[in-house]
């Protein structure tokens, strides 16, 4: 088997990569060790920067995005019992869109196989080889055969556990970590949501969320500690909790009903220098994670993406490799600046260590934030996604 690029992963990076490709006239072909329906009903973020809808609407996927999202120009900050809004539109002139990222993920298979996209779903044991050499080797085991697939580049888009990152020889990597001493213990429920934006609520008990996938289905997330145990929170005490450490008045518009998801997810930051290798190219998670306090995860792979896509259409058209040589400095500029982002909008809003001072140092930030109109504006124009560099 041949193509041009040879994409790991099935997850929104690797599709809307192939798609983008695709439209450019650039073959690809994308493995996923997952089943099609497991891809599909992965539970994840759901907040989109306007350079994310931008390419999505690109790629020609955003006709059913357009028509059911929301579109928010603002949220609320909530400490010592009470709501601070952040006007988005107001600070920057730009919203954010809610549009849940399992969404993305189905109008992506749709499209690449409506394109007749090569999707290889239940591809196991791959593995990549030769990503030094000019036509690198990829080998997966599909429908109970071995297959050898040769391409001219790999884009591994196969997340923080993937083989594309373990393919590279530690010593040709250095690794930036910093793991949360905390969780976030989340619940999906078919209820309206409490508020018509986001509500990021600072707690003496620990941090909690309110965000939705639509107008009748709510996400709501509480801080707790790594080593809790799911079953040790029935749906009653989980509504008790989160009610307790929102402001009053978001309190008292929480809608409670029975949990159709529950689950824990820990919380680190995570970055990887450089994310090229030769012809092998990091994409997304398989590079850098960010806690999602910042709604950055999907933003920062789509931002890879555009990189990339640009840099391989440009190298296919012209023979210049110039973008692609910049891949790593390009897309770890923004990397940075996200994770600086979601790094400090997560130690205001959690309680990190449990100490009255750090708590009181974290509510004079937040009041300072409320003061100040450049502190807002600051808040607002990460959370709004920041513009991209020119040679991005």
Not at 15 to 20: K, R, T
Not at 22 to 30: L, Q
Not at 296 to 315: C, P, Q, S
Request: charged share 25%; with cysteine.
């Amino acid at each position: 088997m041949k193509t041009q690029v040879a994409i790991i992963g099935a997850g929104p990076s690797g599709l809307l990569l192939s798609q983008l490709l695709s439209i450019n006239g650039i073959d690809s072909v994308v493995l996923e060790r997952q089943s099609r329906e497991h891809v599909m009903s992965r539970i994840r973020a759901g907040v989109l920067e306007q350079g994310t809808v931008d390419l999505l609407e690109q790629a020609k996927v955003g006709a059913r995005m357009k028509l059911e999202r929301l579109v928010h120009d603002g949220f609320k900050l909530g400490f010592s019992g009470q709501g601070v809004r952040v006007d988005l539109k107001a600070l920057t002139g730009k919203s954010v869109t809610i549009y849940g990222q399992t969404e993305v993920t189905r109008d992506l298979i749709d499209a690449r196989i409506a394109s007749g996209g090569k999707l290889k779903f239940e591809a196991s044991d791959v593995a990549i080889d030769g990503f030094d050499r000019e036509h690198p080797m990829v080998r997966f085991k599909h429908d109970g055969q071995v297959h050898e697939l040769t391409c001219d580049f790999i884009a591994g888009c196969d997340g923080y556990h993937g083989v594309c990152r373990q393919s590279v020889p530690a010593s040709a990597m250095k690794y930036y970590e910093r793991v949360y001493p905390f969780g976030w213990l989340g619940i999906l429920a078919d209820v309206p949501p409490a508020s018509h934006e986001l509500v990021y609520s600072n707690h003496e008990r620990g941090f909690a969320l309110c965000s939705m996938r639509s107008n009748t289905r709510s996400r709501y997330y509480i801080q707790c500690a790594l080593n809790e145990k799911i079953e040790n929170w029935p749906d009653a005490r989980f509504w008790d909790e989160l009610r307790t450490r929102l402001p009053a008045e978001v309190a008292e518009a929480v809608t409670t009903g029975p949990s159709i998801e529950k689950s824990i997810a820990p919380l680190r930051s995570f970055v990887v220098e450089p994310v090229r290798f030769g012809r092998l190219f990091l994409v997304g998670d398989a590079g850098h994670i960010v806690p999602p306090t910042g709604a950055k995860g999907l933003n920062l792979a789509a931002a890879d993406v555009r990189v990339l896509y640009h840099a391989l259409t440009e190298h296919y058209r012209s023979g210049n490799s110039e973008l692609l040589d910049g891949y790593s400095s390009m897309t770890l500029r923004r990397t940075w600046k996200a994770v600086r982002f979601s790094w400090w909008f997560t130690s205001i809003m959690h309680k990190v260590h449990d100490d009255a001072f750090n708590h009181r140092v974290q509510l004079a930030e937040l009041d300072y934030l409320r003061a100040s109109k450049a502190a807002m504006t600051s808040l607002a124009e990460n959370y709004v996604g920041l513009p991209f560099e020119m040679g991005e």
